[in-house]
């Protein structure tokens, strides 16, 4: 089956620096692959997504990338601010099942 | 349109016992998954119902199973409970099963004791 792993399990940036989180996935078949924000104590959303016809999104502060021959994607946050606080998870699907990655904690310091 | 809705929000079990988790999701939406959240591992896949038909299973016990009813609500049971079983229980719909964004809900909270 699919596996997802995503670097680095925390992050911390200063006010206004970027931050990138990348994972990597093992199934070729996997063509959809969405990014989740989750805040403490709230349930996961969806912020940017990105199918495997395309090889960059970008939407306002965020861009995610995806490099289907080395099978690699990556968020880019621009600009950070603190409620940019929060866990990030990657995940990449085929069909319905989607895998997740374990989560980048990340802490925007002010 | 209101949002996925899951119910209970908290629960507390004792070993042995068992429990059935249960989730509306946004109307339209005819595809339900559940997923387990745990500090270390994430969010694990359990199940996938679409039209009443369960389509993928994760990696967990034959403990854990699901359901789908004809308005798409769903529910989860889990039975002989075990300490390991305490996480947060996600739902998420979604309209198809075709890779459409996942619609979480808030989850519900089960502690086994």
């Known amino acids: 089956g699919e596996n997802v792993e995503q670097h680095p399990s925390t992050l911390s940036v200063q006010e206004g620096d970027s931050a990138v989180i990348k994972c990597t996935y093992s199934d070729s078949a996997s063509n959809y692959f969405p990014w989740y924000k989750q805040e403490l104590g709230k349930r996961p959303q969806l912020i940017i997504d990105i199918r495997s016809n395309v090889g960059e999104k970008k939407d306002q502060r965020i861009a995610v990338t995806l490099n289907k021959t080395a099978k690699h994607f990556s968020l880019h946050i621009t600009e950070t601010q603190p409620e940019d606080s929060a866990v990030y998870f990657c995940a990449a699907s085929y069909g319905n099942q989607f895998y997740f990655g374990t989560g980048t904690s990340l802490t925007v310091i002010p | 349109k209101a949002g996925v809705t899951q119910t209970p929000r908290y629960l507390i079990k004792t070993r042995g016992q068992q429990v059935t988790l249960s989730c509306s999701p946004i109307?339209?939406?005819?595809?339900v998954s559940w997923y387990q959240q745990t500090p270390g591992q994430g969010l694990q896949f359990l199940f996938e119902y679409f039209s009443e038909t369960q389509r993928n299973k994760g990696n967990f016990p034959g403990r854990f199973s699901g359901r789908q009813f004809s308005n798409s609500r769903s529910e989860m049971n889990v039975s002989t409970l075990e300490l390991g079983d305490s996480a947060l229980y996600l739902c998420?719909?979604?309209?198809?099963?075709?890779?459409?964004?996942?619609?979480f809900g808030n989850g519900t909270r089960l502690t086994v004791t």
């Open positions: 109307s339209g939406h005819r595809s």
């Open positions: 998420a719909s979604s309209p198809d099963p075709g890779g459409s964004p996942l619609h």
